[in-house]
């Protein structure tokens, strides 16, 4: 279970075709500025997801989202894990047998998708999918290949933000791990509060001996 959780946290799905909008040809430099329009246009969003891991286990839960950097991931009643993101670093609660792992933000892949201050043309690339209705960008670090990679996969859909929808993404990390995520119910733009963004410390209190 936990090698589920860091698999997402360190890190290619293409979703069905469906009716969307008639796609007009774009270059790579002209897609990967509609993504940043995207990610600087979504100021929240709330969805539900699907999380499936190599071994093709899959959980549930409820996504929440805010910018800038702040991200929740509450996973189905009965799984005692719980990813928050609150704005400086990404923590991993495992309440089963109360453990926090923290790592920054920009330590993990998935702050392509919460930090608009970061310029994607100098981490991101195109991957043709031959479908011109869905648009994937892979993002990594090459310096730092330790924080793995991830995949955002979109539909080009217009009415929704920058004319994209977010289906969702694969997690890969530098085990070649590979967890994939899915999207769907998006709500944009709910008045979020930052408080939906704490969590409970699950270790121990420490006392002094006397």
């Known amino acids: 279970m936990k090698r589920l959780m860091l698999a997402l946290v360190l890190a290619s799905a293409v979703p069905p075709t469906f009716a969307v909008l008639p796609a007009v040809a774009a270059t790579p430099t002209q897609d990967l500025a509609q993504v940043s329009a995207y990610i600087r246009q979504v100021s929240s969003l709330t969805a539900d997801f699907s999380q499936t891991d190599r071994n093709g286990q899959t959980l549930t839960g ?108 694969v997690a890969r990390d530098a085990q070649s791990n590979r967890t994939a995520v899915r999207l769907t119910n998006h709500r944009y ?3 979020i509060p930052d408080s939906a963004f704490r969590w409970r410390d699950p270790r121990p209190v420490s006392r002094p001996s006397h």
């Open 189 to 191: 733009g709910a008045d």
């Open 62 to 169: 409820k996504l929440t989202l805010k910018q800038p950097g702040k991200i929740r991931f509450q996973y189905q009643k009965g799984v005692p894990l719980l990813i928050v993101g609150d704005g400086k670093a990404l923590t991993v609660i495992d309440y089963e047998v109360r453990q926090v792992q923290r790592w920054p933000i920009g330590s993990s892949p998935l702050g392509a998708l919460i930090d608009p201050k970061r310029d994607l043309s100098k981490f991101g690339k195109v991957v043709q999918t031959g479908d011109p209705n869905v648009l994937t960008v892979e993002a990594s670090d090459p310096k730092r290949p330790e924080f793995g990679t991830i995949t955002l996969v979109f539909n080009r859909k217009a009415s929704a933000p920058a004319g994209l929808e977010l289906y969702g993404w």
